[in-house]
């Protein structure tokens, strides 16, 4: 498992607040590259 937390620019719910639910937030991390797991 992995857990990555972003700071957010601004409050969720501020005004000028984008993405409420920070799913954008997280795009980023597609191009996150993870190793493979071992061969069982």
Do not use: C, F, H, W
């Amino acid at each position: 498992a992995i857990k990555v937390s972003l700071p957010r620019p601004t409050p969720q719910g501020n005004l000028g607040e984008s993405d409420t639910y920070a799913g954008q937030q997280y795009a980023p991390l597609m191009q996150l590259r993870l190793p493979e797991p071992p061969a069982s």
